[in-house]
């Protein structure tokens, strides 16, 4: 596609309940990474792929978050057992490459409400 | 560890008046510098970065950016702002496969 494309816009959730948060790179672009922007908060970096592996998962806040990319392309960011602090926005970008973050990407990102 | 910090949450300046927004950051080499825009209900789009050579750089929209290492500032500028660039600014900061961002700068243009 033209961009990168985030599904859902929007989600709201129970706490406890699991969601699944899609992102699609722009097609060819080998990284892709997760942020998240709380009220008042800048972006908080999640996780990093590079293909389909993950070299960096340092900023994943706990185990009740994963991420995973297949085929190279989309990416699923999962939260277990959502709770109130999970509310945020969540953004995925594409790069075409690792080595400088110089051409990154960015999704209108997913707004996640946890009641 | 690398950090970026914008010291203004909120700035208003009237239309067509001059703007600078601050940014200092922490960093162990030499930093590659982004400021970032993000309009409401938009994706963050590249205003302009600094990896190297001139310490004075252009982006889009009007705006440009100084490089200080002395002061490890890379504040952003614009001599004479439109409504449209009411937005919020970020500032980030990285060498390598992570970048870090700043809280943001929320900007208001007054008639």
């Known amino acids: 596609g033209a961009g990168v494309s985030q599904s859902p816009s929007n989600k709201v959730t129970e706490k406890g309940k699991d969601v699944e948060l899609r992102c699609d790179p722009i097609?060819?672009?080998?990284?892709l990474y997760w942020y998240r922007q709380s009220l008042g908060q800048g972006l908080e970096f999640l996780i990093y792929?590079?293909?389909?592996?993950?070299?960096?998962k340092s900023g994943l806040p706990s185990d009740r978050f994963s991420a995973e990319r297949t085929g190279g392309s989309v990416s699923t960011l999962t939260i277990q057992r959502t709770q109130q602090e999970d509310s945020a926005v969540y953004l995925c970008?594409?790069?075409?490459?690792?080595?400088?973050?110089?051409?990154?990407?960015f999704g209108s990102g997913t707004q996640l409400s946890v009641l | 560890a690398q950090s970026v910090t914008q010291p203004d949450i909120h700035i208003t300046v009237s239309e067509g008046a001059s703007l600078e927004l601050r940014c200092n950051y922490s960093?162990?080499?030499?930093?590659?510098l982004f400021w970032y825009v993000q309009s409401p209900g938009q994706g963050l789009q590249l205003l302009l970065k600094?990896?190297?050579?001139?310490?004075l750089v252009q982006g889009i929209k009007g705006f440009e950016a100084e490089f200080k290492r002395s002061q490890s500032s890379f504040n952003l500028r614009k001599p004479s702002v439109h409504w449209s660039d009411a937005a919020e600014y970020f500032c980030?900061?990285?060498?390598?496969?992570?970048?870090?961002f700043g809280t943001g700068t929320r900007l208001t243009i007054i008639p």
């Open positions: 970008a594409s790069s075409p490459d690792r080595a400088t973050n110089e051409k990154l990407f």
């Open positions: 097609s060819g672009h080998t990284a």
């Open positions: 792929f590079q293909g389909n592996s993950a070299p960096d």
């Open positions: 960093y162990g080499a030499t930093p590659y």
């Open positions: 600094y990896f190297s050579g001139d310490t």
């Open positions: 980030a900061v990285g060498g390598g496969e992570k970048l870090t």
